[in-house]
C-alpha cells in the first residue's frame, strides 16, 4: 500500500474525533493558531472578490470552505476520506454556497466532472503525505487544469526536506516517554520531505506562471519545519 492509501485510516479515524482541530492533526492546536492559519491562507490567495470561485481541496472537515464562504461566491470543498466530508457536510449545512463532496487529489475526477473553473484554490497540509516528486507533480497538472488563468492557489505546510533533520532532533529536547517519541518519529519518517526548488520547478513545468514561498506565521509550529507556496495560472 502507497504512503497516501495508509494515511486514509488515520483521517477518517481523525473525523470521528471530538476535537475541533481534528484536521490539523495536532493536539495542541488553539483557536489563535487556527487564526493564524487562515490568515496565512487569505495572504496566499490575495484580492478575494465575491465573484470568486473557491477550491478548497484536501478541506478535511471543512473549516477552511465555512471561513471563506461569506467572501466569495462558491466554495467546493472535497476530501478523500468519506467521514471528513461526512462532518463537513453536517457543520457546513448553514452555509448554502459550499459543496462538499469525496474527490481525490490523484484524479480530481468529481471535480473535473462539476465542469466548473476556479479563480482561488487551497490545497492545506495534505501534499507532504504522499509518496514522491512524480505524485506532486499529476496533482499540480490536475490544480492546473480547474483554475482559471490569472487564477491564484495557496498549498500550505509542505515538509522541508531542508529542515527535516534538525525538525528531527528537536524531539530529543522534548519531556517525553521514549515510546511517545518512537511513535512521533515513525509518523515523520512517513511524510513526503520537499525540496522548494524542485516543487517549483514542477509548478512551472506543468504551466503555471508564477511559484513563489510564503511564509508561514512565526508562531505556528509547522514555521520550524515547514513551507507554504503560492501557484499563479
Ligand atoms: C492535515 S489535513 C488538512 C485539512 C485542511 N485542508 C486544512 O488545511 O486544515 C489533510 C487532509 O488531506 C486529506 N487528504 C489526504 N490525501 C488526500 C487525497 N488523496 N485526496 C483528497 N484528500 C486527501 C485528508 O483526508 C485530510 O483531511
Redesign the pocket.
Given at each position: 500500500m502507497n504512503r497516501?492509501a495508509r494515511?486514509?485510516d488515520?483521517?477518517?479515524k481523525?473525523?470521528n474525533m471530538d476535537d475541533a482541530?481534528c484536521?490539523?492533526?495536532r493536539s495542541a492546536y488553539t483557536i489563535t493558531d487556527?487564526f493564524k492559519?487562515l490568515s496565512n491562507?487569505a495572504t496566499g490567495l490575495g484580492q478575494i472578490n465575491q465573484s470568486d470561485r473557491l477550491l478548497?481541496?484536501?478541506?478535511?472537515?471543512g473549516?477552511?470552505a465555512m471561513y471563506f464562504s461569506p467572501l466569495v461566491a462558491a466554495v467546493d470543498s472535497?476530501?478523500?476520506?468519506s467521514d471528513?466530508i461526512k462532518k463537513s457536510k453536517s457543520i457546513c449545512s448553514g452555509f448554502n454556497n459550499i459543496t462538499p463532496y469525496?474527490?481525490?487529489?490523484?484524479t480530481l475526477d468529481e471535480t473535473k466532472a462539476k465542469g466548473h473553473l476556479y479563480n482561488k484554490a487551497?490545497?492545506?497540509?495534505?501534499l507532504?503525505?504522499?509518496e514522491d516528486y512524480a505524485e506532486v507533480k499529476l496533482?499540480l497538472q490536475h490544480l492546473f487544469d480547474v483554475m482559471t488563468l490569472g487564477g491564484q492557489a495557496i498549498v500550505?505546510?509542505n515538509t522541508d526536506i531542508t529542515l527535516k533533520q534538525a525538525h528531527i532532533e528537536s524531539y530529543d529536547l522534548l519531556d517525553w516517554s521514549k515510546e511517545k517519541i518512537n511513535e512521533a518519529l515513525k509518523a515523520e519518517q512517513d511524510r513526503l520531505w520537499m525540496d522548494f526548488q524542485q516543487v517549483k520547478e514542477i509548478a512551472l513545468t506543468v504551466g503555471f506562471k508564477e511559484c513563489y514561498k510564503q511564509d508561514i506565521h512565526p508562531e505556528l509550529f509547522q514555521s520550524s519545519h515547514m513551507f507554504d507556496f503560492v501557484l499563479v495560472k
Amino acid at each position: 500500500m502507497n504512503r497516501n492509501a495508509r494515511w486514509l485510516d488515520t483521517w477518517q479515524k481523525m473525523a470521528n474525533m471530538d476535537d475541533a482541530f481534528c484536521t490539523m492533526g495536532r493536539s495542541a492546536y488553539t483557536i489563535t493558531d487556527y487564526f493564524k492559519y487562515l490568515s496565512n491562507i487569505a495572504t496566499g490567495l490575495g484580492q478575494i472578490n465575491q465573484s470568486d470561485r473557491l477550491l478548497d481541496m484536501a478541506g478535511g472537515a471543512g473549516y477552511i470552505a465555512m471561513y471563506f464562504s461569506p467572501l466569495v461566491a462558491a466554495v467546493d470543498s472535497f476530501d478523500y476520506a468519506s467521514d471528513m466530508i461526512k462532518k463537513s457536510k453536517s457543520i457546513c449545512s448553514g452555509f448554502n454556497n459550499i459543496t462538499p463532496y469525496v474527490d481525490n487529489l490523484l484524479t480530481l475526477d468529481e471535480t473535473k466532472a462539476k465542469g466548473h473553473l476556479y479563480n482561488k484554490a487551497v490545497l492545506g497540509g495534505a501534499l507532504q503525505l504522499f509518496e514522491d516528486y512524480a505524485e506532486v507533480k499529476l496533482i499540480l497538472q490536475h490544480l492546473f487544469d480547474v483554475m482559471t488563468l490569472g487564477g491564484q492557489a495557496i498549498v500550505t505546510h509542505n515538509t522541508d526536506i531542508t529542515l527535516k533533520q534538525a525538525h528531527i532532533e528537536s524531539y530529543d529536547l522534548l519531556d517525553w516517554s521514549k515510546e511517545k517519541i518512537n511513535e512521533a518519529l515513525k509518523a515523520e519518517q512517513d511524510r513526503l520531505w520537499m525540496d522548494f526548488q524542485q516543487v517549483k520547478e514542477i509548478a512551472l513545468t506543468v504551466g503555471f506562471k508564477e511559484c513563489y514561498k510564503q511564509d508561514i506565521h512565526p508562531e505556528l509550529f509547522q514555521s520550524s519545519h515547514m513551507f507554504d507556496f503560492v501557484l499563479v495560472k
